[in-house]
């Protein structure tokens, strides 16, 4: 890269990593203002208040699953400047909407909305990193993009749970909704194309035969190779998502007796902290190592010892805050997955390929919460310490499967031997 492209790629890298920060925030939000919204919506005293807040959670990331494949084939076309701009004001009207819900069903409205806005922003920065950057330093620019995003989970832990006590949790999300439009209007001044978006050019199709873009989609769906990665991602994500997102603040209040609600906010945030970490960590690893594989194996088995430890060895907060830490650190197993999948197909299929990836891990991160939700329903609060202590169970069960998975993942020399010729797809439909 010369200095010009190389200034210019980081510029434009830059304002998209800064939306990125309110798609994290939006992610976890939720799992901190539990209690006021259980009030708000007359949820204290419901047989299904676990299943309805979790789902609440989850209209999120449905959102954000299915929104997926559409995502990759709109930044493959119309390019990530547009497709981000457009994502990011039907954030606003979704944040808006669930700041100003009168019940949980409008609530969920909001949620689902924000959820299809922010969907878009990852896939276009990994495109950005793909035109923008040289192919080594992909696992590298990909960590730093989950770092910057990460703040924006450790944003809505403590901070946001101070913020929650002075103007409560509406004025906070309105306040939000203002800063997502803010960001939505940078996003449009600033990101560029490397080169003009062509339909027509780049997907090597005419206008009106997307069908072969299906034809595409479906020729990565054959690629057995995805599989166990995109398994692991999904518990991976997931079982993270369950702690940071829904489920650990009121858990480990519980578990812990005595501690405050910032407390344990604060202690979500060493596991968003840690994958903001591990992400530059595993990213650089990858690139150094030239391998995708051993990274995942060594951070996916440093992974489960720490979920084992948290359930089965008691210790003191102060402790388990740093278990925590590299509990997250590790979790980013799954980042390296995006540049696995990218350098098994061609690159002007990126955005496709990398979305398809994309779509099993937010399918866990709306199902494992979920999960947890039927847990917290089907057993009997007066034992809240048994509760948890299952539901861990539960999520260190899918760590495991995770993990095994990871093991199955192909070595990058048998991939090297695939061909995927995309180039000889019959043009007319």
Known sequence: ??????DKAYMIWGIAACVYVIVFFHRVATGVVKDEMFEAFGLT??????SLFALLGSMYMYAYMFMQIPIGILADTLGPRKTITMGTMLATVGSLIFACAPHIVVAFIGRFLVGIGVAVVFVCILKIIAEWFPKEKFGTMSGCTS????????????PLAYLNSFIGWRNSFLMISGITLILGILGWCFIKEREPVNPVEEMNVECNEWSRIWEVIKKILKDRALYPIMIAYALTFGSTMALTGTWGVSMFQDLY????????????????LGVAVGGIIIGKLSDTMKSRRKPMILFGGMQLICWLI????PMPWIVLNIVFFILGLTATSFVVSWAYAKERHPKQYAGITMSVVNFAGFLGGAIVPQLIGVVYDKLPHDNMQMVWQTALGVLTGLISIAFICILCIPKEKEVEQENYDFNKLDKTT
């Open 147 to 158: 770092f910057i995003g990460n703040l924006g989970a450790i944003l809505a832990m403590a």
């Open 1 to 6: 890269m010369d200095t010009k492209n190389k």
């Open 257 to 272: 007796k005595g501690i405050s609600k910032t407390t344990a906010a604060n202690a979500m945030s060493f596991i968003t």
């Open 45 to 50: 005293n419901s047989e299904e208040a676990g």
């Open 310 to 313: 948290v359930v089965f060895i």
